[in-house]
């Protein structure tokens, strides 16, 4: 079975109050992320049709500060399926609602596993692409995956032989002691 990536997009709207601030009197980014994790899960259990948990958390890089009384929307949709695996891609804009001027504060990728009622992992529905877009998120999907993989390989060697990997340091501002 096939599901199209616009059957599970969700999109949410939030007021931001007060509460939600850090010391320094912008929203908190434990705040937004907790909120696009429930996306996430949201989007996730809606393509596959079961209990989804986090499994990984993509680079989130923070563009711009959210405001006390803008409203942040979150867009998430399905960008990859592998056996029980999604990759959940979500955007983040806050708009000043006086104004009406949006900005983009973040983008994510959220890996969710489909995990059945004996707590083991489910098989979900393939996806079906549907646009151009649909096929470049996907494929950017695969990339990514590529990409950390290599980058695993790279750093499990300077783990097994940390002195292989001592002369990267020259430039630094540390102090090798041993």
């Known amino acids: 079975m096939f599901k199209a990536v616009n059957d599970s997009r969700i999109q949410m709207s939030e007021l931001m109050l007060p509460s939600y601030t850090n010391f320094g ?24 049709g079961s209990y989804c948990v986090t ?32 990759v959940v891609g979500i955007r983040v804009e806050s708009e000043n609602i006086r104004t009406g001027k949006k900005k983009h504060c973040n983008s994510s990728y959220f890996t969710m596993v489909a995990i059945d009622e004996n707590g083991k992992t489910a098989q979900v529905p393939g996806l079906r692409l549907d646009s151009k877009i649909d096929a ?34 020259q430039n630094y501002r540390v102090r090798v002691d041993f």
């Open 136 to 169: 470049k998120r996907f494929i950017k999907a695969i990339k990514r995956q590529e990409s950390e993989s290599k980058k695993n390989k790279a750093l499990s060697s300077v783990y097994k032989n940390v002195s292989d990997h001592l002369d990267l340091l």
């Open 55 to 86: 499994a990984s958390v993509d680079k989130v890089n923070f563009l711009n500060p959210i405001e006390v009384g803008e409203l942040v929307t979150m867009k998430a949709s399905i960008n990859y399926v592998g056996t029980s695996s999604m």
């Open 25 to 48: 009197g912008k929203i908190h980014g434990g705040y937004i992320l907790s909120l696009m994790d429930q996306i996430a899960f949201a989007c996730a259990s809606k393509h596959s």
